[in-house]
């Protein structure tokens, strides 16, 4: 059973960062791919970020590229997202997710490719 905790979400000002962080357990992390979405109050699910276990390959959404970054580190099975300049429209409910894949290179935009889920974590930016 795989299982995976978020952590590290908070309140914060405009401007300012966070780091999140998503520990797995109960799988070959270093072969999941590993991604970052976020859901605001009343909208649906969106992407954020994704990450290639293999080379460390990453894709974002246009609205947080050049102010986030993801990036994973195998050994402690963990996948971070590091936010800098955040907005008040990045206030939402972070959760990260994975997906086992035997393609090193790839990563995946879209949530209904993933199968493990964390369970969420909240972050506020106030104006």
């Known amino acids: 059973q795989v299982r995976m905790v978020e952590s590290g979400g908070g309140l914060v000002q405009a401007g300012g960062s966070l780091r999140l962080s998503c520990a797995a357990s109960?799988?070959?992390?270093?072969?999941?791919?590993m991604g970052w979405f976020r859901q605001a109050p009343g909208q649906e699910r969106e992407f954020v970020a994704a990450?290639?276990?293999?080379?460390?390959?990453?894709s974002y959404a246009d609205s947080v590229k050049g102010r986030f970054t993801i990036s994973r580190d195998n050994a402690k099975n963990t996948v971070y997202l590091q936010m800098n300049t955040l907005k008040p429209e990045d206030t939402a409910v972070y959760y990260c997710?994975?997906?086992?894949?035997?393609?090193?290179?790839?990563?995946?935009?879209?949530?209904?490719?993933?199968?493990?889920w964390g369970q969420g974590t909240q972050v506020t930016v106030s104006s």
């Open positions: 109960g799988g070959t992390f270093n072969r999941f791919a």
């Open positions: 997710a994975a997906v086992r894949t035997g393609y090193s290179t790839n990563y995946f935009r879209n949530q209904y490719e993933y199968a493990y």
């Open positions: 990450i290639s276990w293999g080379d460390g390959a990453t």
